[in-house]
């Protein structure tokens, strides 16, 4: 949530001496921004801060790339760089290509391997911070930049993400261009989600982890902003973030339509849903109205979260996202 903490006076005061033209903090503010142009255009040396609110400074364009997350690597991909990526982890299967580039190891990273690849630039993730802290010590202690990038829930942060790795690789333009791709995409979607009126929104409950143990998607999430985005309701708004929920509660949400996003990992996904005793007079389950999508596209915050967000189109509005 953004605090707004503007002072009225406060902008009076910057007004009036930006009036008075002071010579020295004009010079500042230009050289300042003269920075951040050149570091937008890819030049090399540049610094950028990241999730940690870490300067990390490059002094010359990468060659070598090791990445830390899925969503990182899907990006470098998109952007062209297949040759210069050098390691990923073992979840890194998309593209093809990806489950072809050394393993560095899975949430425990590998550091000596990492090492041993000689990187001009580690991509970490924050949402790995806390797991592999002495990792990432190491991997800095060799002298190699480590840049970790922040834990994206939405578009416009995804667009972020995408834009500092292409300014850290030399790839602003192409970063530019995936964007705009992307934003385009997103909006002819959601231009198709606000013609359905509020009263014929249909409810929606994902499920992101099967029985015993149900977890869902609450506020804050990409699948509640998605679920904006299409025209649908996410029944479980409530909630925040991912959230562990009752058998018995689900249940009384009685949502119009179910998402299961573990088909993918976990067979015979719908089914589970479908066959469960108490959730016979669901009205998604009695319409039959419960549909699997694939898990990497709707939570991997890369360039395929589009795909994600056409796929959970047509499963919910299949007459209106043909």
């Not at 910057?14 to 937008?40: F, H, M, P, R, Y």
Request: hydrophobic share 35%; aromatic share 6%.
């Amino acid at each position: 949530m953004k605090k707004w903490l503007l002072s009225f006076v406060a902008a009076l005061a910057i007004v009036s001496l930006a009036a008075c033209g002071d010579t020295e903090q004009k010079q500042q503010s230009n050289e300042e921004t003269k920075t951040e142009q050149e570091a937008t255009k890819g030049d090399f040396p540049l610094t950028l801060t990241d999730a940690r609110d870490e300067e990390v400074t490059l002094e010359k364009e990468p060659k070598q790339i090791v990445s830390l997350m899925p969503s990182n690597t899907e990006i470098l991909f998109e952007l062209g760089l297949d040759e210069e990526i050098a390691g990923v982890t073992n979840f890194d299967n998309y593209p093809e290509e990806a489950t072809k580039k050394e393993k560095v190891g899975d949430m425990n990273f590998n550091a000596e391997k990492i090492i041993s690849l000689n990187p001009d630039l580690v991509l970490a993730h924050a949402s790995s911070m806390g797991t592999s802290p002495e990792a990432f010590q190491q991997i800095e202690s060799a002298g190699i930049p480590l840049f970790v990038v922040k834990d994206a829930t939405n578009f416009e942060s995804v667009y972020e993400t995408i834009t500092d790795i292409g300014t850290l690789t030399g790839q602003v333009e192409e970063a530019n261009e995936l964007i705009q791709t992307m934003e385009s995409e997103v909006k002819a979607i959601s231009q198709k989600g606000q013609t359905i009126a509020k009263e014929n929104q249909k409810s929606v409950w994902v499920e992101v982890s099967p029985a015993p143990d149900i977890y869902t998607t609450g506020k804050g999430t990409f699948m509640d902003e998605m679920l904006s985005i299409i025209g649908a309701q996410n029944i479980a708004d409530s909630e925040e973030g991912w959230v562990k929920v009752s058998e018995e509660k689900a249940v009384q949400l009685n949502p119009d339509v179910i998402i299961t996003t573990y088909g993918y990992y976990t067979e015979n996904a719908t089914e589970q849903v479908m066959n469960r005793p108490a959730w016979k007079d669901v009205t998604a389950v009695k319409e039959k109205a419960v549909v699997d999508v694939n898990s990497d596209t709707v939570t991997r915050s890369g360039p395929r979260l589009v795909e994600g967000l056409q796929e959970l189109a047509k499963a919910v509005y299949p007459e209106v996202y043909k």
